[in-house]
């Protein structure tokens, strides 16, 4: 079983940045594509990035294009979400996921695509 942990979260004022991170504790962490979810308060989980395995092909929901940036680095077991002038709607708890299966990353959009999730971390951005 793959566990991660997210972390780099926090409380932010709007126009600022931050760079969340998510290890993994799977050895074969780099034979998988990643992906980054969102949740604010009374709303649903929400796709932000994905990344494929080898890291040279992402895809982001059109609300965060231009903003974030998802990477990862295999050597460190991590995969990063740089969020670059964050709104008060940026507000949520992010969590990193491990999709079920491999794929195009553009498909792996939907919460049942994946199969091992963080326990997230807040981020809160002030107006």
């Known amino acids: 079983q793959v566990q991660l942990v997210e972390s780099g979260g926090g409380l932010v004022q709007a126009g600022g940045s931050l760079r969340l991170s998510c290890a993994a504790s799977?050895?074969?962490?780099?034979?998988?594509?990643m992906g980054w979810f969102r949740q604010a308060p009374g709303k649903e989980r929400e796709f932000v990035a994905a990344?494929?395995?080898?890291?040279?092909?992402?895809y982001y929901a059109d609300s965060v294009k231009g903003r974030f940036t998802i990477s990862r680095g295999n050597a460190k077991n991590t995969v990063y979400l740089q969020i670059d002038s964050l709104k008060p709607e940026d507000t949520a708890v992010y969590y990193c996921?491990?999709?079920?299966?491999?794929?195009?990353?553009?498909?792996?959009?939907?919460?049942?695509?994946?199969?091992?999730w963080g326990p997230g971390t807040q981020v809160t951005v002030s107006s």
């Open positions: 799977e050895r074969t962490f780099s034979s998988y594509a």
């Open positions: 990344i494929n395995w080898n890291g040279d092909s992402t």
């Open positions: 996921a491990v999709p079920w299966a491999a794929g195009s990353i553009g498909r792996l959009t939907s919460t049942g695509s994946y199969r091992y």
